[in-house]
Nanobody, 115 residues
Framework: QVQFVESGGGLVQPGGSLKLSCTAS????????MGWYRQAPGKQREFVAR???????NYADSVKGRFTISRDGAKNTVYLQMESLQFEDTAVYYC?????????WGQGTQVTVSA
């Protein structure tokens, strides 16, 4: 079992930036793939980005070129740097292994993009 705690969300204007953090309750080096996901109001949760334990990354088309995922094994933490934020990025952001385990979903962190 592992618990993930997301943080770093907030209110930001369009074009702004935020950096999200996801800290795990145990070492995540053995987890091959870690991912960020998001759920906007009234929509299904969707994939945002993933990173392998070797640093290989993959992004949803909607965030490619704007978001950067990274991981720090020593801190058991995965990050999501978000740039050029748009209204459509408003959502609750979660991290989980990839593919996600239902039991590992945390509370998420709210990101709101508003003028």
């Amino acid at each position: 079992q592992v618990q993930f705690v997301e943080s770093g969300g907030g209110l930001v204007q369009p074009g702004g930036s935020l950096k999200l953090s996801c800290t795990a309750s145990r070492v995540i080096g053995s987890i091959l793939l870690m991912g960020w996901y998001r759920q906007a109001p009234g929509k299904q949760r969707e994939f945002v980005a993933r990173i392998s334990n070797r640093g290989l990354t993959n992004y949803a088309d909607s965030v490619k070129g704007r978001f950067t995922i990274s991981r720090d094994g020593a801190k058991n933490t995965v990050y999501l740097q978000m740039e050029s934020l748009q209204f459509e990025d408003t959502a609750v952001y979660y991290c989980n292994r990839d593919p996600p385990f239902d039991a590992y979903w945390g509370q998420g962190t709210q990101v709101t993009v508003s003028a």
